[in-house]
């Protein structure tokens, strides 16, 4: 298995929900990362998980909530969201947080906040 | 810090022609340095890396890059362009160094390829 799957695909919601993305991966990977992209921009890092502990938040608002509950998967919970936060999400995996390790990513959950 | 830059947002070519795509980056220390392609509503496919082995490194799809330090260049080339290769690309580098931002991977604005018949 040498992929990186995440769920909903799409997902709609309101400023007042609350809701979680999943992602999954079985590669043995040991970093794992929350990437957004705003529509004709580069991936924008969120965070980093290493070894199941939070390594990197670049500064993201609390209305993002990350949680890394075991070594395959990674989850991003949504709380008052404002709808400049539509975006694609994306997560990736690495072998480890080393500089020299790619990054596998998954397809991506595209968020539009009404 | 460590940053890339892509020159040209959007390339154009027709099918059957060279196809290149520039990236310059910056980097205090040896960099490691990355081709990812998007294709529309995907997420991102790695096409290539460096990491100091070789200087010319071959990927999938038939792109290759060179690593060229006193460029400070890492620039794609495809030998004969696809329909299907049209996509959008982005270079990305990390550093090799510890600290906070360490394994933290910064991508160019990426350049839209676009393949006529």
């Known amino acids: 298995d040498t992929e990186v799957t995440q769920t909903p695909k799409h997902l709609v919601m309101g400023m007042t929900n609350k809701k979680s993305l999943k992602c999954e991966q079985h590669m043995g990977h040991r970093a794992m990362y929350w990437y957004k992209q705003k529509a004709k921009k580069p991936p924008e890092l969120m965070f980093v998980?290493?070894?199941?502990?939070?390594?990197i938040n670049e500064s993201v608002p609390s209305r993002f909530s990350p949680e890394c509950p075991n070594s395959s998967l990674l989850n991003l919970h949504l709380h008052a969201l404002q709808p400049e936060d539509s975006a694609l999400y994306l997560c990736?995996?690495?072998f480890g947080r080393g500089s020299y390790n790619e990054q596998f990513f998954g397809p991506g959950t595209r968020l539009t906040v009404l | 810090a460590q940053s890339v830059t892509q020159l040209g947002s959007h390339v154009s070519v027709s099918e059957g022609a060279l196809v290149l795509l520039r990236c310059n980056y910056s980097s205090s220390v040896p960099p490691y340095l990355f081709w990812y392609v998007q294709y529309p509503n995907q997420g991102l496919q790695l096409l290539l890396k460096?990491?100091?082995?070789?200087?010319l490194v071959k990927g999938i799809n038939g792109f290759e890059a060179e690593f060229k330090k006193s460029e400070t260049s890492f620039h794609l080339t495809k030998p004969s362009a696809h329909m299907s290769d049209a996509a959008e690309y982005f270079c990305a580098v990390t550093a090799n160094a510890g600290g906070t931002s360490y394994g933290k991977l910064t991508f160019g604005q990426g350049t839209i390829l676009t393949v006529h018949p």
């Open positions: 998980y290493s070894y199941e502990k939070l390594s």
């Open positions: 460096y990491t100091s082995a070789a200087t």
């Open positions: 990736a995996s690495s």
